[in-house]
C-alpha cells in the first residue's frame, strides 16, 4: 500500500520533470513565454491514447505525438514568435484552453467529457505483478534521455544563442544570427518532449479525459521551474520533486487527516503562493544558473 | 566605397530624424560621426545596420543593396554594430560573449548530436581566436568573469572585441568610450588605429578631440542632415560646425 | 427573429466585455504587462455583489457598487502585496506576468472554497421585453446603458481631468511624468482601482447575464485580450470599439457554427481566431501605435 504510494509519486515526478525540463528550455534558457505548455502534454497524451487503441504501439504512438506536437508548435510559433513577449502568452494559453475544447466537444473522435478508457499499457503482460515498478524504470530512463539531451543543447553553440537570445534579442541579431529560427526551434523541441510526458501520463493512467488538461496544469510546471531555479535542469528536477511531493502528499493525507480546507482547493491556493514568494524573495530558486565555463 | 549611403530619410511621428543623409565611406579609414544630441547620429547608425528602415533612400555595402536587409543578414554580409549603452548579455561571461559574436560558430542543431568532432574543432579554434583577441585588448584575465561583472570600461572594450571577433569588414561603433577615462579612451582608440589595415571604421562619438586625433575623415549632422565633411583639420575650421556646436 | 436576436445579444455581450477590456487595457498600457489575474478580479466582483444581493438581500445596483469599490481595492492590494514589491525588486515585466498567475491560481481557488464550485445566481427580476421581433431582458437594458454611462465618465475623466492626464502622462514617459512632479506611485493606486473596479463590475454584468462560477472570470479572460489586442494594447478607444466587434463576431460565429452542426462550445475559438488574424495582419491593433516588435 504504501509502496504503491511511493511508486506512484516517483512515476509522477518523472513525468512532471521532463514537462519542467521541457518548458526551461523554452523560457529558462530562452525566455520563450509558454502558458500552453498543457496544450502539448495533452497532444502526446491523446495521440497516443488514441492510436494505442487501434493497435498501434507505445512507441509508434509516442512518436506520433512527438510529431503532431512539433507540428502545432510550429503553427503557434510563427504568427507570435516574431512578435512581442507577452502575445506569446496570451496565444499559448488561449491554444490550451481550445485544444481541450476540441478534446472535449468532439466526441466521435476522442469521446469527449467520458475520455478515453482502457489504454493499453506497454509490455503489461511481461511484468504483471511488478508493473508498477518496470513503469517507474521506464519513466526514470525517459526522464534522464530528456535531462542529457536538454543538457548538451544547452552546453552548446546553439544554447549559447538561446541565452543570448534570452538576455538581449536585438544584440544577438547584431552578430549575424536569426534569433526568430533558435526560438522556433526550441519551441519545438519543447513542445515534443511535452508531448513525450503526456504520452507517459495516458498509458500510466490508462485513462485520460479533457479534464486533466486544465491551465493549472501548465501553472504548475511554471511553480516547478521557477522554485527548483530556472535555467538549471537540476534545479527544475529539485523542483517538480518538490511541487509533486507536495502535490501528491496532500492526495495521500487527506485519506488520514480532516483538513479545514478542501484539499484540491489547497493544493491550487498553495502553488499559487509558492509562485508569487519565490518571485518576490527568491527569483533564482533553489539551485541557481551556473556559470558556463565553456565545452573544452 | 565600402558603404554608400544614398538621401535617406527617416520619420518618427512626423519628426524627421534624417532628412535626406548621404555618406560614402572608403576602404580601410576610420570616419567619425558628430552632432550635437539628436541630430539623428544613432538613427543613422540604426539604419545603415537594418535595425530601422528608411522611408526613402538607398544603403549599399560593399557594392550590394542592404536597404531594409533584416539586421542580421546585414551583419552576415560584414557588418558589424556596436550599441551605445553596452549591451552585453547578463547570464554569459566574457568568453563564453566572445564566442557568441564569432560568425564560424556551429550553431545548428544538427552538429550538437551528430556532428560533434567537428563542433569541438571549431569550438577549440573559436576559443583560440578570441583568447587572442581578447590579450590584445588587455581582457584576457577576465575570460571566466560575467561579462556584466567588468568595469565600464572593460565592458566598453569587450564589446569592440565581440565586433572584432565577428570578423567584419566594417564596424559601426556607437559611443566606444563614452564615459571611459581618457587614457583608456585613447588605448580603445590606439586598439582601433591597429585594426584599421584589416576593416573599415565608422565612429559615433561625442568626444571630438580623440575623434580629430585619430579619424581620417569626419562627418557633422545636425537636426537630421550633414551640414559638414572632411579631414578633421577641414572640420575644424568649417563655418556651419562652430556655429553647430557654438550657436545651438 | 433571429437577426433582431442576434444583434440584442451582441450588444449585450459587448457591453460585458467592453469596462473588463477597459480595465485591462489601462493597467496594461501604464504597468506594461498583462495582468492574467484580471480574470478573477472579474469573478471576484461577480461573488462581492452576490453577498450584497443575495446574502444581503439588497438591490443587485447597490451589489454592482460594492463589485466596483472592492473589486478596485482588491486591485491596489495586488499592487501593494506582490507587483510593487517587484518593481521595487528591479524585475521586469515578464516576472509580474507569472505572478499574475500566481495571484490568479490563489484567488480563484479561495473564491471556489468559499462559494463552492458550482453555478449560483444573483436574486433578480427577470422582465422581458419585445422589440422588432427580439427579446431583451430588463436586465440587459441595465448592463447596455450603464456601459454606456461609465464609457462617457472615463472619456471625460481621460480627457478633461487633472488625474486622466496624469495617467496618460504616466504611461507614456515615466521618467518625464515623474520630472513634471506627477506622483507616479500615487496615479499608479488610481489605475489599480479603476481597473480592477471596471473587472468587478464587468463580473456583475456576466454573472447577472448567465450565472456564477468561480470560473466565471477565467471564462471571458481570452475574449477580453483578444478584444484588448484588437483594439491595441492600451487604447481607450481601440477597446470600446473592439469590445463590440468581438461582441457581434461571437454571436453570429456561434450562430454560424450552429448553422454548420459545428458543436457550439467552440465559442472561445471565435475570439481565439480573431487574436491569431489580429497578429498576422496587424499586430499593433486597429488604435494602436505601430511600434517595432
Known amino acids: 500500500m504504501l509502496l504503491d504510494y511511493v511508486l506512484d509519486m516517483l512515476v509522477y515526478i518523472g513525468?512532471?520533470?521532463?514537462?519542467?525540463?521541457?518548458?526551461?528550455?523554452?523560457?529558462?534558457?530562452?525566455?520563450?513565454?509558454?502558458?500552453?505548455?498543457?496544450?502539448?502534454?495533452?497532444?502526446?497524451?491523446?495521440?497516443?491514447?488514441?492510436?494505442?487503441?487501434?493497435?498501434?504501439?507505445?512507441?509508434?504512438?509516442?512518436?506520433?505525438?512527438?510529431?503532431?506536437?512539433?507540428?502545432?508548435?510550429?503553427?503557434?510559433?510563427?504568427?507570435?514568435?516574431?512578435?512581442?513577449?507577452?502575445?506569446?502568452?496570451?496565444?499559448?494559453?488561449?491554444?490550451?484552453?481550445?485544444?481541450?475544447?476540441?478534446?472535449?466537444?468532439?466526441?466521435?473522435?476522442?469521446?469527449?467529457?467520458?475520455?478515453?478508457?482502457?489504454i493499453p499499457q506497454p509490455l503489461y503482460s511481461v511484468f504483471d505483478n511488478d508493473y508498477m515498478l518496470f513503469y517507474v524504470l521506464l519513466v526514470y530512463t525517459t526522464l534522464i534521455i530528456c535531462y542529457l539531451f536538454a543538457e548538451r543543447i544547452v552546453?552548446?553553440?546553439?544554447?549559447?544563442?538561446?541565452?543570448?537570445?534570452?538576455?538581449?534579442?536585438?544584440?544577438?541579431?547584431?552578430?549575424?544570427?536569426?534569433?526568430?529560427?533558435?526560438?522556433?526551434?526550441?519551441?519545438?523541441?519543447?513542445?515534443?518532449?511535452?508531448?513525450?510526458?503526456?504520452?507517459?501520463?495516458?498509458?500510466?493512467?490508462?485513462?485520460?479525459?479533457?479534464?486533466?488538461?486544465?491551465?493549472?496544469?501548465?501553472?504548475?510546471?511554471?511553480?516547478?521551474?521557477?522554485?527548483g531555479g530556472s535555467a538549471n535542469n537540476l534545479g527544475v528536477i529539485a523542483g517538480a520533486v518538490l511541487v509533486q511531493v507536495f502535490e501528491r502528499g496532500t492526495r495521500f493525507l487527506k485519506d488520514f487527516v480532516v483538513l479545514p480546507i478542501e484539499p484540491s482547493n489547497l493544493r491550487v491556493i498553495l502553488i499559487g503562493l509558492l509562485l508569487i514568494l519565490f518571485l518576490l524573495y527568491r527569483p533564482d530558486g533553489i539551485i541557481k544558473e551556473e556559470k558556463n565555463r565553456g565545452l573544452l | 566605397m565600402i558603404l554608400e549611403v544614398n538621401d535617406i530619410e527617416k520619420s518618427f511621428g512626423g519628426i524627421k530624424a534624417l532628412d535626406g543623409v548621404s555618406v560614402s565611406i572608403e576602404n580601410n579609414t576610420i570616419s567619425g560621426l558628430i552632432g550635437p544630441n539628436g541630430s539623428g547620429k544613432t538613427t543613422l547608425l540604426n539604419t545603415v545596420s537594418g535595425f530601422l528602415a528608411p522611408d526613402k533612400g538607398t544603403v549599399y555595402f560593399g557594392g550590394k543593396d542592404i536597404t531594409s536587409l533584416p539586421p542580421f543578414q546585414v551583419s552576415r554580409l560584414g557588418m558589424t554594430r556596436t550599441f551605445q549603452i553596452t549591451r552585453l548579455f547578463r547570464g554569459m561571461t566574457v568568453l563564453e560573449s566572445m564566442l557568441l559574436a564569432s560568425k564560424t560558430q556551429d550553431d545548428g542543431l544538427f552538429p550538437v548530436f551528430f556532428n560533434r568532432k567537428k563542433l569541438m574543432e571549431t569550438e577549440r579554434r573559436d576559443v583560440q581566436k578570441a583568447v587572442e583577441i581578447l590579450d590584445f585588448l588587455e581582457i584576457e584575465h577576465m575570460k571566466h568573469e560575467y561579462a556584466v561583472a567588468l568595469s565600464g570600461g572593460q565592458q566598453k572594450l569587450l564589446s569592440l572585441g565581440m565586433a572584432l571577433m565577428a570578423d567584419p569588414r566594417m564596424v559601426l561603433l556607437d559611443e566606444p568610450v563614452a564615459g571611459v577615462n581618457p587614457t583608456l579612451a585613447n588605448k580603445i582608440f590606439e586598439k582601433v588605429m591597429l585594426e584599421k589595415e584589416k576593416r573599415t571604421f565608422l565612429v559615433v562619438e561625442h568626444n571630438i578631440d580623440i575623434l580629430m586625433n585619430f579619424c581620417d575623415i569626419i562627418y557633422v549632422m545636425n537636426k537630421g542632415r550633414i551640414v559638414a565633411s572632411g579631414t578633421p583639420d577641414e572640420v575644424q575650421r568649417n563655418e556651419t560646425v562652430i556655429d553647430v556646436y557654438l550657436g545651438g | 427573429m433571429f437577426l433582431t436576436q442576434l444583434v440584442i445579444n451582441s450588444v449585450v455581450t459587448g457591453s460585458i466585455y467592453v469596462l473588463i477590456a477597459i480595465g485591462l487595457t489601462i493597467v496594461y498600457r501604464v504597468l506594461k504587462f498583462a495582468n492574467f489575474s484580471h480574470a478573477e478580479l472579474i469573478t471576484f466582483g461577480a461573488y462581492m455583489a452576490y453577498i450584497v444581493n443575495v446574502s444581503l438581500g439588497m438591490d443587485l445596483f447597490y451589489?454592482?457598487?460594492?463589485?466596483?469599490?472592492?473589486?478596485?481595492?482588491?486591485?491596489?492590494?495586488?499592487?501593494?502585496?506582490?507587483?510593487?514589491?517587484?518593481?521595487?525588486?528591479?524585475?521586469?515585466?515578464?516576472?509580474?506576468?507569472?505572478?499574475?498567475?500566481?495571484?490568479?491560481?490563489?484567488?480563484?481557488?479561495?473564491?471556489?472554497?468559499?462559494?463552492?464550485?458550482?453555478?449560483?445566481?444573483?436574486?433578480?427580476?427577470?422582465?422581458?421585453?419585445?422589440?422588432?421581433?427580439?427579446?431583451?431582458?430588463?436586465?440587459?437594458?441595465?448592463?447596455?446603458?450603464?456601459?454606456?454611462?461609465?464609457?462617457?465618465?472615463?472619456?471625460?475623466?481621460?480627457?478633461?481631468?487633472?488625474?486622466?492626464?496624469?495617467?496618460?502622462?504616466?504611461?507614456?514617459?515615466?521618467?518625464?511624468?515623474?520630472?513634471?512632479?506627477?506622483?507616479?506611485?500615487?496615479?499608479?493606486?488610481?489605475?489599480?482601482?479603476?481597473?480592477?473596479?471596471?473587472?468587478?463590475?464587468?463580473?456583475?454584468?456576466?454573472?447577472?447575464?448567465?450565472?456564477?462560477?468561480?470560473?466565471?472570470?477565467?471564462?471571458?479572460?481570452?475574449?477580453?485580450?483578444?478584444?484588448?489586442?484588437?483594439?491595441?494594447?492600451?487604447?481607450?478607444?481601440?477597446?470600446?470599439?473592439?469590445?463590440?466587434?468581438?461582441?457581434?463576431?461571437?454571436?453570429?460565429?456561434?450562430?454560424?457554427?450552429?448553422?454548420?452542426?459545428?458543436?457550439?462550445?467552440?465559442?472561445?475559438?471565435?475570439?481565439?481566431?480573431?487574436?491569431?488574424?489580429?497578429?498576422?495582419v496587424r499586430p499593433s491593433g486597429i488604435m494602436g501605435k505601430k511600434e517595432a516588435a
Open chain 1, 15 to 118: 513525468i512532471f520533470a521532463i514537462l519542467a525540463i521541457s518548458l526551461n528550455l523554452e523560457f529558462g534558457y530562452t525566455r520563450l513565454m509558454n502558458f500552453g505548455k498543457v496544450a502539448f502534454f495533452a497532444t502526446g497524451a491523446y495521440t497516443s491514447a488514441l492510436l494505442s487503441m487501434t493497435g498501434a504501439s507505445f512507441i509508434e504512438g509516442m512518436a506520433a505525438g512527438m510529431l503532431i506536437s512539433a507540428l502545432l508548435g510550429l503553427l503557434v510559433a510563427l504568427p507570435t514568435l516574431r512578435l512581442r513577449a507577452d502575445y506569446l502568452a496570451i496565444v499559448t494559453i488561449a491554444f490550451g484552453e481550445i485544444l481541450r475544447l476540441f478534446f472535449l466537444n468532439e466526441v466521435w473522435f476522442t469521446n469527449g467529457p467520458m475520455g478515453i478508457r482502457g
Open chain 1, 155 to 227: 552546453n552548446s553553440p546553439f544554447g549559447r544563442v538561446l541565452k543570448a537570445i534570452r538576455d538581449d534579442e536585438e544584440a544577438v541579431q547584431a552578430f549575424g544570427k536569426n534569433t526568430c529560427m533558435f526560438k522556433i526551434k526550441i519551441f519545438i523541441i519543447g513542445s515534443s518532449m511535452a508531448s513525450v510526458s503526456g504520452s507517459l501520463f495516458a498509458h500510466y493512467l490508462a485513462f485520460i479525459s479533457p479534464d486533466m488538461f486544465y491551465p493549472t496544469v501548465t501553472f504548475s510546471v511554471w511553480t516547478m521551474m521557477v522554485i
Open chain 3, 63 to 280: 451589489g454592482a457598487l460594492a463589485a466596483f469599490l472592492l473589486t478596485g481595492a482588491l486591485g491596489i492590494a495586488t499592487d501593494r502585496l506582490v507587483f510593487k514589491k517587484l518593481r521595487k525588486n528591479g524585475s521586469n515585466v515578464i516576472s509580474m506576468m507569472i505572478a499574475s498567475i500566481g495571484i490568479g491560481l490563489v484567488l480563484r481557488q479561495s473564491i471556489q472554497e468559499k462559494w463552492g464550485p458550482n453555478q449560483v445566481w444573483y436574486d433578480i427580476e427577470t422582465r422581458t421585453f419585445e422589440i422588432f421581433g427580439g427579446s431583451i431582458t430588463e436586465m440587459q437594458v441595465y448592463i447596455i446603458l450603464i456601459s454606456i454611462a461609465l464609457i462617457l465618465i472615463l472619456h471625460f475623466m481621460f480627457t478633461r481631468t487633472k488625474l486622466g492626464k496624469a495617467m496618460r502622462g504616466v504611461s507614456d514617459n515615466p521618467q518625464l511624468a515623474m520630472a513634471s512632479g506627477i506622483d507616479t506611485e500615487k496615479i499608479l493606486l488610481w489605475v489599480w482601482f479603476i481597473g480592477g473596479g471596471l473587472a468587478g463590475i464587468g463580473g456583475v454584468f456576466r454573472g447577472a447575464d448567465t450565472r456564477l462560477v468561480p470560473l466565471l472570470g477565467w471564462e471571458i479572460i481570452l475574449s477580453a485580450f483578444a478584444v484588448v489586442i484588437l483594439g491595441g494594447i492600451g487604447s481607450f478607444y481601440g477597446a470600446i470599439i473592439a469590445a463590440y466587434i468581438l461582441g457581434f463576431a461571437e454571436n453570429f460565429g456561434v450562430s454560424i457554427l450552429s448553422d454548420l452542426s459545428i458543436s457550439t462550445g467552440y465559442r472561445p475559438a471565435i475570439a481565439f481566431m480573431i487574436l491569431i488574424i489580429v497578429l498576422i
